[in-house]
Nanobody, 120 residues
Framework: VQLQASGGGLVQAGGSLRLSCAAS????????MGWYRQAPGKQRELVAS???????DYAEAVKGRFTISRDNAKNTVYLQMNSLKPEDTAIYYC???????????????WGQGTQVTVSS
């Protein structure tokens, strides 16, 4: 199983970016999916999560600015980021809790990370 994240980049404060993360491989189903971020010198933190049924949760720092969504048919999760601030600068990682076809085991899988840089 692989998760491939994309969509990061350099943007000015107040701008927008849309991150995507596509899962591939021997996937039977995907339960919760989420986006995390890690800024230099800081611990990785949860930004937003979404269940298979579409229930979402957000970190206080991004509420009202970020929107998480998913396309179950494409095994893809998105993060729309609006009104970006310099403090949003970090490497963004996606994670999926995936049930593997055949073994029926459930494990967490991480994407490789995508850099988001917001200039002031």
């Amino acid at each position: 199983v692989q998760l491939q994240a994309s969509g990061g980049g350099l943007v000015q404060a107040g701008g927008s970016l849309r991150l995507s993360c596509a899962a591939s491989g021997r996937i039977f189903s995907i339960n919760a999916m989420g986006w995390y971020r890690q800024a230099p010198g800081k611990q990785r933190e949860l930004v937003a999560s979404i269940t298979s049924g579409g229930t979402t949760d957000y970190a206080e720092a991004v509420k009202g600015r970020f929107t998480i969504s998913r396309d179950n048919a494409k095994n893809t999760v998105y993060l729309q980021m609006n009104s970006l601030k310099p403090e949003d600068t970090a490497i963004y990682y996606c994670k999926g809790r995936i049930v593997i076809t055949g073994t029926w085991s459930t494990d967490d899988y991480w994407g490789q990370g995508t850099q988001v840089t917001v200039s002031s």
